[in-house]
């Protein structure tokens, strides 16, 4: 079983920024394509990015377009999200999450075997 721990929400203002990290064992090697979604109360996890770390490349869903940035320390086997301009809509309790993989490497939860706890992220008007 492999363990995710996230880090870094809190409670920001409109157009405020976090950067989220997520540091688990993950798979051994550079073969895993890791994400991040979200959860927002009385709403479906949805998908926020995908990285894989075989080549670095990455997908994002459009709502989160030029605003979000992921990345990854394939050494650490740590995953980052930078989070700006952050809208109150996006508040939501943040989750990481890994698969063994780069084939279709897209953010669907369905998608991914292993989850983190999550983090909360509460965006203020």
């Known amino acids: 079983q492999v363990r995710l721990v996230e880090s870094g929400g809190g409670s920001v203002q409109a157009g405020g920024s976090l950067r989220l990290s997520c540091v688990g064992p993950?798979?051994?090697?550079?073969?895993?394509?890791m994400g991040w979604f979200r959860q927002a109360p009385g709403k479906e996890r949805e998908g926020v990015a995908t990285?894989?770390?075989?080549?670095?490349?990455?997908y994002y869903v459009d709502y989160v377009k030029g605003r979000f940035a992921i990345s990854q320390d394939n050494t650490k086997k740590t995953l980052y999200l930078q989070m700006n301009s952050l809208k109150p809509e996006e508040t939501a309790v943040y989750y990481c999450?890994?698969?063994?993989?780069?084939?279709?490497?897209?953010?669907?939860?369905?998608?991914?075997?292993?989850w983190g706890q999550g983090t909360q992220v509460t965006v203020s008007s």
């Open positions: 993950g798979y051994t090697g550079s073969n895993n394509c």
């Open positions: 999450a890994v698969r063994w993989g780069g084939e279709n490497c897209r953010p669907r939860p369905t998608l991914f075997f292993y």
């Open positions: 990285i894989y770390d075989g080549d670095d490349s990455t």
